[in-house]
């Protein structure tokens, strides 16, 4: 069964920092993409960043010079650190994936950031 989990939300002030971090479970090999979305109270979910195994990494123009996703060299992680956050950054942040044809998402994790 394939399982993402994410980690590392938290209560922040604007300007601060946070580091994201997904790790997906339940996979034989490596998978190609990853990603990140959000979804604000009220608003539909968004795309915040993508990162391909041979692709350089792609940003919602909202986030692009402040957000940073990677893939550690661990298999099937990706992290996300955010930096300079803003009150709009405030939501809940999945984890997305795509093996054998099939999509995948984490549960989310929380991310506040207070002005």
């Known amino acids: 069964q394939v399982q993402l989990v994410e980690s590392g939300g938290d209560l922040v002030q604007a300007g601060g920092s946070l580091r994201l971090s997904c790790v997906a479970s339940?996979?034989?090999?490596?998978?190609?993409?990853m990603g990140w979305y959000r979804q604000a109270p009220g608003k539909e979910r968004e795309w915040v960043a993508s990162?391909?195994?041979?692709?350089?990494?792609s940003y919602a123009d909202s986030v692009k010079g402040r957000f940073t996703i990677s893939r550690p060299n661990v298999q099937n992680m990706v992290t996300l650190q955010m930096n300079d956050l803003k009150p709009e950054d405030t939501g809940v942040y999945y984890c997305?994936?795509?093996?054998?044809?099939?999509?995948?998402w984490g549960q989310g994790t929380q991310v506040t950031v207070s002005s």
């Open positions: 997305k994936t795509k093996w054998r044809g099939r999509e995948y």
């Open positions: 339940g996979i034989i090999g490596s998978v190609d993409v």
């Open positions: 990162v391909y195994a041979v692709f350089r990494p």
